[in-house]
RNA sequence: GGCGAGUUGGCGGAGUGGUUACGCAGCGGAUUGCAAAUCCGUGUACAGGAGUUCGAUUCUCCUACUCGCCUCCA
């Protein structure tokens, strides 16, 4: 049987992954609250789940895993957002969950099987309200309704705390209807102006965290597999999800496996807008950065360690990947024969970059197991290569590897760019056939300024690739 | 103050109780009119201290440093 290993925040270990039904093993992943674009680091646990996903589907079968991840559509950064840009808080929440899928597609995430919207599931949270208020673990004062901490004796199990460490340290909100300072919110009154919802305690609107708990609930169930997010996640949301759906479900344990990305950083610095090094996924695409170099430079870190997205990390993604789509536009690879060898059930990742994904979603390993395919080069090795550079979803478009290798004008569709390089060859051609290497160097010279690189192959033929920097503008003065 | 993660060769970054990745850069060589590309070769590094052990970079403890969270930022 093939096992997977997953490192378990809950009881900070590598564990054997069990599900709790193979046939349907159940993962939920803390989605975007949707008030802006997607920056960079969001993207990475989205990456890393869907790496996970991806596995989950390979061991267990495409049709045995079901993966949910939210979208946080009611949330006072939105109302903030909607009442100085004076647009509907639906206009924003709509486009921005498309921007993320749109961003999230572009680094070839693929989504998950449910996507559910928080505002799609008022009436759960209110249910699972009153059954917190119902059993005591939870209390209505002042138009809110508020999670006992103290009911729930494991509170703070997770991330490791105890709340009298907590408090200690507090910096929590004082507020004087709370029982306890660490208790937190799980309703609180809408005014007028504020988006709200009608319930027991009154009009009002969720807290953050209950979402989590009610839509895991209804999709999941009150016990499933693995529970995953950032680690800044770890406290207070997951903690407090944790406490809401045990005290609400206390038959069942709510997830078997936590999991948690570490964070994002850049140029060894945390990304803040303060740093000036803030970033959107799309600011990178607009950029011309490729999703499948943003994806592969997240895979080259190992998720539980802080991966630092630095320019040079960027150009040798940017290089290796080059590499590769070049080896498999030499071998012919093409969205037909991926199709043909699928339908010959040849379309097999290596089992060296699966088994590196089974050890704690070692993505680092699974590049280094890639890398050695492509240097043994055999045909056998070159398919496995293949099936599993699709299998981690590197390879955009299996139709213009050729074009993405920087090679192959043909593809760029520039007709008169095209036999303008090709004429400048010829002339360079004729130039070093004469010996006037002089010349040959001039012409090469001036395509590099436009950014056509040269190259000779063996007998006195030539080729040429576009660079990321070509300007066609630049070939004007080869006329 | 509390909690957690980490510290590996020039850089990035895995991993392991003994055989010491891999990539980039560098160096040497092959090839090439010159370049580029490619190919071959080349690097005993694991923060410091103590302990366990026949043996630790890998286990335990301590110290130093870095980073993150505790401010509804993944």
């Given at each position: ?394 390879v955009g478009d299996w139709d213009q590897l050729a074009l993405k290798a920087g ?6 569709g520039d007709n008169e760019s095209n036999s303008v390089i090709a004429n400048a ?55």
């Amino acid at each position: 049987m093939t096992t997977i290993k997953l490192h378990n925040t809950k009881t900070r270990k590598r564990e054997v992954f069990t599900p709790i039904d193979d046939q349907n093993v159940r993962m939920y992943v803390c989605g975007p609250t949707v008030y802006d674009r997607a920056h960079l680091g969001n993207a990475r646990p989205v990456i890393v789940f869907d790496v996970l996903n991806r596995l989950l589907r390979h061991v267990y079968g495409e049709d045995h895993v079901t993966y949910v991840r939210n979208f946080t559509d009611v949330d006072d950064k939105i109302n903030a957002r909607a009442a100085e840009s004076g647009r509907t808080i639906g206009e924003i929440t709509d486009e921005t969950t498309q921007w993320f899928l749109d961003d999230m597609a572009a680094v070839g995430a693929l989504e998950p099987d449910h996507m559910p919207r928080a505002t799609a599931y008022i009436p759960q949270m209110v249910e699972m309200i009153e059954g917190l208020i119902a059993k005591s673990h939870a209390y209505a004062a002042e138009g809110h309704v508020l999670f006992a901490v103290e009911s729930y004796k494991k509170y703070g199990a997770l991330s490791g705390r105890s709340i009298d460490d907590m408090i200690a340290g507090a910096r929590v909100e004082v507020a004087p209807y709370k029982r306890n300072p660490m208790d937190f919110v799980l309703w609180k009154p809408s005014d007028v102006a504020t988006p709200g919802w009608d319930s027991p305690w009154g009009r009002g609107r969720p807290g953050w965290h209950i979402e989590c708990s009610a839509m895991a609930y209804e999709l999941l169930g009150a016990h499933f597999d693995i529970h995953g997010g950032g680690n800044d996640l770890m406290f207070p949301h997951h903690e407090n999800e944790i406490a809401q759906s045990c005290c609400a479900h206390p038959e069942s344990e709510f997830a078997n496996v936590w999991m948690h990305n570490e964070m994002l950083q850049v140029e060894g610095k945390k990304m803040s807008k303060s740093l000036g090094n803030f970033f959107t996924v799309r600011d990178l695409l607009d950029q011309g950065v490729p999703g499948e170099v943003i994806r592969f430079v997240m895979l080259s870190t190992h998720y539980r360690k802080p991966m630092d997205w630095t320019e040079k990390k960027r150009e040798e993604a940017e290089k290796t990947l080059e590499k590769w789509y070049f080896r498999l536009a030499e071998a012919g690879y093409s969205s037909d024969m991926v199709k043909m060898l699928i339908a010959e059930n040849r379309w097999k990742p290596a089992e060296e970059v699966i088994s590196a994904l089974r050890d704690d979603l070692n993505t680092h390993g699974a590049i280094t197991a890639l890398r050695k395919l492509t240097s043994v080069g055999t045909a056998v090795s070159i398919s496995e290569f293949a099936a599993s550079l699709d299998f981690l979803n590197l390879v955009g478009d299996w139709d213009q590897l050729a074009l993405k290798a920087g090679i192959g004008v043909t593809s760029v569709g520039d007709n008169e760019s095209n036999s303008v390089i090709a004429n400048a060859l010829l002339n360079r051609q004729q130039a070093k056939k004469s010996k006037n290497f002089q010349e040959a160097d001039r012409i090469r010279e001036m395509l590099e300024d436009a950014g056509v690189k040269v190259i000779d192959g063996a007998g006195g033929t030539s080729s040429f690739e576009l660079g990321s920097d070509f300007e066609p503008a630049k070939l004007d003065a080869l006329k």
